[in-house]
């Protein structure tokens, strides 16, 4: 089985007030295992980055000015997610955008019959408590420590850790760390934060890394790309 958790970093929060996708991460799994398989694009939103926005992702005017738009990268995107479930975390917002942004190249929207809500199994599993990735992170003991702003692609790799404990559990030491995750295709690298981490957070990083074990998925052969 197949399955494929989404996320998104948007302008705004509204795709029918103009705002738009700006970056599209994705992350395989099978049979509620990381393949190490992902998709990940930034993207041209042809609008400016207002503030409160950039303050979430980091994503510049200028660095987005030199991305892909969204048509250009189409194909691809739905050859990765084929006809697969989607795992998302409050999945009406990332299909919302990603089906505006179908829609204006006179593509097919996704039907939301396609997406698992992580906010909604998180409600049903435990009501009442938060129901943010943060929050569902720090419950389940996924490490937060390379979360400094947001990023569809690392988001989209805690999910997965995520949703695989509220269906059930991990398996014992599976962690989804940036190192573990390999890109189907080359993609430009984030643009530096306006903020550089201190010399402590870069300590605490290395430590952090050095506990890691080599993960499964990382021991079989690469595929193409």
Sequence with gaps: MREVVLDTETTGLDPLAGHRVVEIGCVELRNHLPTG??????????????????DVHGLSDAFLREQRLFGEIADEFLSFIGDDPLIAHNAEFDLGFVNAELRRID????PSSRAIDTIKLARRKFP???????????????DLSGRQKHGALLDSALLAEVYLE?????????????????PSVAYAPRPARRHAASAAELAAHAAFVATLTEPIWNRTEPGPG
């Excluded at 593509?107 to 996704?110: E, I, T």
């Design 128 to 142: 009442g408590a938060p129901a943010s990735l943060d929050a569902l992170c720090r419950r389940f003991g996924v």
């Design 166 to 182: 509220l269906i059930g559990g991990r398996q014992p030491g599976l962690v989804l760390t940036a190192s573990a995750l390999r």
């Design 37 to 54: 398989e992902v998709f990940q694009r930034y993207l041209n939103p042809e609008r400016e980055m207002p503030g409160a926005a950039f």
């Design 107 to 110: 593509c097919a929207p996704l």
